[in-house]
């Protein structure tokens, strides 16, 4: 764990070292900002989160991948990688301490998004459980697609072929939960089972259900145990 958690301070110290924190942190609050504040006074002013947590989840499917894809790419391809494992640490310490990092920059984003929150309180009273619900949902959700991430960015050198195979695994399991109406009853519930957007909506309105927390600690757990066994098989080659 203290192997892991040093890997973590590195990895999140780099992130604030190079534009990448900067530049992801700007753009999703320019977009959420922007869209969140338009619905907010265009519409009926409503007390309640959902203009951000309805769009959030398809900005993190984009910004998931582009976060993680040079965690381990970058490192493969300037050689620093070889350099990192030669050091008295596991393959799964890297894996999570890098996980961990990439992760401590969604929850930095999202804590920024908080005053969204009393600013919506100000129309009226606001349930404060399906915000807290939402906020959960987001940060298991965007830790989701940065498992998927991580683990595409240990397969290749190549940073754009590991954000974009990253995006393609994010967006299906993004898009299945938009299928639902299109696809036989026979194989809705397959479907439904394996969508991003249907999870987060259930623990967004409030309800935090055991089958949505293990379904994001499974998907979580296989990305990274495959990132750590790709990592490994490089001893093979």
Known sequence: MRNSLAIARREFGAYFNSPIAYIFIVVFLLISGYMFFTEITTGTPQADMRPLFGLSPLIFCIFGPLVTMGLFSEEKATGTLEMLLALPVTDWQVVVGKFTAAVGLIATTLAIT????????????????????????????????????????????????????????????????????????????????????????????????????????????????????????????
């Open 114 to 237: 908080l005053p969204y929150a009393f600013f919506v309180a100000g129309y009226g009273h606001l349930d404060w459980g399906p915000v807290i619900g939402g906020y959960l949902g987001l940060l298991l959700m965007a830790s989701g697609y940065l498992a998927v991430g991580l683990m595409t960015s240990v397969w290749t050198k190549n940073q754009v072929i590991a954000a974009v195979v990253g995006f393609l695994f994010c967006f299906a399991l993004f898009l299945f939960g938009k299928l639902l109406q299109l696809v036989p009853p026979w194989l809705a519930p397959t479907v439904q089972a394996l969508s991003f957007d249907y999870h987060f909506q259930s623990i967004a309105r409030g309800v935090i259900d055991v089958r949505d927390l293990l379904y994001y600690a499974s998907l979580i757990g296989v990305c990274l145990i495959v990132a750590q066994t790709s990592l490994e098989s490089r001893r093979w080659r």
